[in-house]
């Protein structure tokens, strides 16, 4: 069973604080994403990785760094926290599986962060 | 970029009865289409793949309906049941090197 592990699963932050939100999976898949959800807006992709060393911004990565020190964890970053990134974040590595399916994408439980 | 737009997004039905749940996307080029399931509490769960030479997939009461003509997509619940109950994602992607667009959900009850 594929698993990606996400910490903390709650966060309370200050205006202005450094966050940092840990991901890991031991399913040994190349990519690695992470999205925020948000009521009205469904999934949204902040940032995404290739694997070791890769980071690549998604749709809306404005306000945040990620980091892929090794195929297992890819972490996200928050260097000055604001009350608008109040929201769930996920984690999710993919499966590129055959050639004949999309990427089948394998998610943590989230993280609530409230930036106060 | 691609667009995805789902609705709706709340639906109650009652058990037994069926829930569909449509997106419609903007990428004539899109060619990957997938549905999953976020139960409370959780991450989401892939339920079903399909590729645009498929208009009609069936898989365990679930039917997956693609009109690539309208650019929608569509999951069809038979006989819903309340372990059903759940918020549901479409996801298109133009190939399955690129990243997935979702939808925005829809929150579906079912109810006894």
């Given at each position: ?24 999976q031991t399913n ?89 | ?30 060619a990957y289409f ?13 339920l079903m793949s ?63």
């Amino acid at each position: 069973e594929a698993a990606v592990t996400q910490s903390p699963r709650n966060k309370v932050a200050v205006t202005g604080g450094k966050v940092t939100l840990s991901c890991n999976q031991t399913n040994n898949h190349n990519n690695m994403y992470w999205y925020r959800q948000d009521t009205g807006h469904g999934l949204r992709l902040i940032h995404y990785s290739y694997g070791a060393g890769s980071t690549e911004k998604g749709d809306i990565p404005d306000g945040y760094k990620a980091s892929r020190p090794s195929q297992e964890n890819f972490s996200l970053i928050l260097e000055l926290a604001t009350p608008s990134q109040t929201s769930v974040y996920f984690c999710a590595s993919g499966d590129a599986g055959d050639w004949g399916s999309a990427e089948t994408l394998y998610f943590g439980s989230g993280t609530r962060l409230t930036v106060l | 970029g691609e667009q995805v737009e789902q609705r709706p997004p709340h639906l109650s039905v009652r058990e037994g009865d069926s829930a569909i749940i449509i997106c419609t996307y903007t990428d004539s080029a899109t060619a990957y289409f997938s549905w999953y399931k976020q139960e409370a509490g959780a991450g989401l769960q892939l339920l079903m793949s399909v590729l645009s030479n498929v208009d009609r997939k069936e898989e365990q009461g679930l039917t997956v309906l693609l009109n690539k003509k309208d650019k929608r997509l569509s999951l069809n619940l038979t006989a819903a049941h309340p372990g059903d109950s759940a918020v549901y994602f479409c996801a298109v992607t133009v190939s399955r090197y690129n990243v997935l667009y979702f939808g925005s959900g829809t929150k579906l009850t079912v109810e006894p």
